[in-house]
Nanobody, 122 residues
């Protein structure tokens, strides 16, 4: 069992930045991902990172603005979000990939955090 705790969310104006953290209680020898969910919408893939950190994937609309990274000795994954837009407003979740399959599909992930709210105002 792995417990994940996200932090770093908040309210910012468009163009601002936030850095989300996801601390894992327990080692996560696996790829990890960030997803987001806005009210009335399905959970959406944002970014993923391999165990070594050498491979990353991003949602097209966040490429060049968001950066995913991880610090394995600290069991922590980060999501640096720059140039935030109102459409980035959502609850952001981190997750551990447990199943083979599409890294962008929530069904490939087995452990989830409780989420942290990000609100971007125009």
């Amino acid at each position: 069992q792995v417990q994940l705790v996200e932090s770093g969310g908040g309210s910012v104006q468009a163009g601002g930045s936030l850095r989300l953290s996801c601390a894992a209680a327990g080692r996560t020898f696996s790829s990890m991902g960030w997803f987001r969910q806005a009210p009335g919408k399905e959970r959406e893939f944002v970014a993923a990172i391999s165990w070594s950190g050498s491979t990353t994937f991003y949602l097209d609309s966040v490429k060049g603005r968001f950066t995913i990274s991880r610090d394995n000795p600290k069991n922590t994954v980060y999501l640096q979000m720059n140039s935030l837009k109102p459409e980035d407003t959502a609850t952001y979740y981190c997750a551990v990939q447990r199943y083979n399959g599409d890294y962008a599909s929530p069904t490939s992930y087995g452990y989830w955090g409780q989420g942290t709210q990000v609100t971007v105002s125009s």
